[in-house]
T-cell receptor, first 114, second 113 residues
């Protein structure tokens, strides 16, 4: 049973560019959450998708957007990249939003903005 | 506002020694509490979680944590540390209705042979 997978593993972009990160949830999971983990910090909640809609959002600007597909996979898009967007982006999946079922995290995508 | 504080940024212990990692939280209701471990270059792995009931929670890899409401704490313990336990440890509090997790800044554990 495959766990949460993310692609790509590493990415280098320049300021002002746009980036798309992808996440496939653990089999059977229907809820996907995205987190940003800056170097030396704990993960910070970006947003959560359930039933193909954004259900909750953290304190991130509109440059951060996402999408969930019918197969529950998800994308995180970041526009107009800033140096401060350099971080590890983690995807987490779970079953039945609000049930506090265990969230499983992927290995992350490390984004470097130059 | 909900928050999690991990007072110790870096802890060093000898292999075989006992371990306690501290976590304090701020939350308006009964919290859902978690400990995750992150090895270098890896994602987060759940060690244990507390939702309700027995305040002493057993997890994987020989870890346990105790919920103390009066102290707003959820400290992680292990009686005998192994070299493979060297990693970053994160405490988190969960929002009841959305599964959103709020993490502390982490404690880096170094284990000497």
């Amino acid at each position: 049973d495959a766990g949460v997978t993310q692609s790509p593993t590493h990415l280098i972009k320049t300021r002002g560019q746009q980036v798309t990160l992808r996440c496939s949830p653990k089999s059977g999971h229907d809820t996907v959450s995205w987190y940003q983990q800056a170097l030396g910090q704990g993960p910070q909640f970006i947003f959560q998708y359930y039933e193909e809609e954004e259900r909750q959002r953290g304190n991130f600007p509109d440059r951060f957007s996402g999408h969930q597909f019918p197969n529950y996979s998800s994308e995180l898009n970041v526009n107009a990249l800033l140096l401060g967007d350099s971080a590890l982006y983690l995807c987490a999946s779970s079953l039945l939003r609000g049930s506090q079922e265990t969230q499983y995290f992927g290995p992350g995508t490390r984004l470097l903005v130059l | 506002a909900q928050s999690v504080t991990q007072p110790d940024i870096h802890i060093t212990v000898s292999e075989g020694a006992s371990l306690e990692l501290r976590c304090n939280y701020s939350y308006g209701a009964t919290p859902y509490l978690f400990w995750y471990v992150q090895s270098p270059g890896q994602g987060l792995q759940l060690l244990l979680k507390y939702f309700s009931g027995d305040t002493l929670v057993q997890g994987i890899k020989g870890f346990e944590a105790e919920f103390k409401r009066s102290q707003s704490s959820f400290n992680l313990r292990k009686p005998s540390v192994h070299w493979s336990d060297a990693a970053e440890y994160f405490c988190a509090v969960g929002a009841i209705d959305t599964d959103k997790l709020i993490f502390g800044t982490g404690t880096r554990l170094q284990v000497f042979p």
